[in-house]
């Protein structure tokens, strides 16, 4: 069974920074492209930022360009996604994810002064 836990979320300043954090298991993490989406409230489901199975290539949505760094650890089954520069509108719950359809249980990233 795979399974994807993302930890790492919080209560932070406008300008403040997190680094997110999801371990994988269940799946021969180093053949998998992974991503980050997010949901903020009322909203759908949102791309954020994805990056290839070895990590040579990544990819995000322009709202977060500059501002957001994926990365991953396939020694520790482990992707990552650094925040800077937060926004109140990038208040959601992030979730980690392959593109075969796993997902996460999330973790919430909540904005605000």
């Known amino acids: 069974e795979v399974q994807l836990v993302e930890s790492g979320g919080g209560l932070v300043q406008p300008g403040g920074s997190l680094r997110l954090s999801c371990v994988a298991s269940g799946l021969t993490f180093s053949s998998y492209d992974m991503k980050w989406v997010r949901q903020a409230p009322g909203k759908g489901l949102e791309w954020v930022s994805r990056?290839?199975?070895?990590?040579?290539?990544?990819y995000y949505t322009d709202s977060v360009k500059g501002r957001f760094t994926i990365s991953r650890d396939n020694a520790k089954n482990a992707v990552f996604l650094q925040m800077s520069s937060l926004k109140t509108e990038d208040t959601a719950i992030y979730y980690c994810?392959?593109?075969?359809?796993?997902r996460g249980q999330g973790t919430q990233v909540t904005v605000s002064s």
């Open positions: 990056i290839s199975y070895d990590g040579g290539t990544t």
């Open positions: 994810a392959t593109n075969f359809g796993h």
